[in-house]
């Protein structure tokens, strides 16, 4: 099966740092990738979509300055929480949408495992 | 708008049913269902395009009524590995690709 990979899978820095999450589908080429959080025992919101090549589409209320993402190739998109306070504390996951033929597989989203980031 | 998925919880024996259902207030494209353990990324169940499809895979199975913006997902005979949080998503417009999840709901198999 088709396999994301994230990286860390765990983060702990201190407030006002820069912390730097990466996404990559490691057997099949992601056209898009999806970037969520997380709060405990809540759903995962949506953050942004990130199409290689171009500019990430980023959910209301998520802010573009706070959450940098680069969508470099097709199999690597990169989040950046830029001077990370308390608040940012989350579960942040990836997911990647494969670039097959067959439309059922296109429609997937494959998950990453996941980084859990705690900011003191 | 996220869906909203009901029951919230539930807990069940080993052996015994479930139904979670997942009701959007925008009309669907396609929903899909994801299963996630605690501290872990949610994992595929399956996918429906198609109103009133339903699938199965092995004793999980799945509805969709397009008209009632509506899916269920449906757990027989379940087992301890059934434990989890079931998450539907939904995608409101072909071609997005783009989810919104619904509440949730947690799922717990006693012996």
């Known amino acids: 099966g088709a396999v994301v990979s994230q990286h860390p899978s765990r983060v702990i820095c201190k407030s006002g740092t820069s912390v730097k999450i990466e996404c990559r589908s490691l057997d099949f080429q992601a056209t898009t990738m999806f970037w969520y959080r997380q709060f405990p025992k809540q759903s995962l919101m949506l953050m942004a979509t990130?199409?290689?090549?171009?500019?990430?589409?980023?959910e209301q209320g998520v802010e573009k300055d706070k959450f940098l993402i680069n969508h470099a190739s097709l199999t690597l998109s990169t989040l950046t929480v830029t001077s990370a306070h308390p608040e940012d504390s989350s579960f942040y996951i990836c997911s990647a949408r494969a670039r097959y033929r067959d439309i059922l597989a296109k429609n997937i989203q494959y998950f990453g495992a996941g980084t859990r980031l705690s900011v003191l | 708008q996220q869906p909203v998925q009901s029951p919230q919880a539930v807990i069940l024996r080993e052996g015994e049913d479930a139904v979670i259902n997942c009701s959007s207030s925008k009309a669907l494209y396609s929903v899909h269902w994801y299963r996630q353990k605690h501290g872990e990324a949610p994992v595929f169940l399956m996918i429906?395009?198609?109103?009133?499809e339903q699938k199965g895979h092995d004793k999980i199975s799945a509805s969709f009524n397009e008209k009632k913006q509506q899916s269920s997902l449906y757990l027989t005979a379940s087992q301890l590995s059934y434990s989890g949080t079931y998450f539907c998503g939904t995608e409101d417009m072909a071609g997005t690709y783009k989810y919104i999840f619904g509440t949730g709901t947690r799922l717990k198999v006693l012996a």
């Open positions: 990130s199409n290689e090549g171009s500019k990430a589409t980023y």
């Open positions: 429906l395009l198609k109103g009133g």
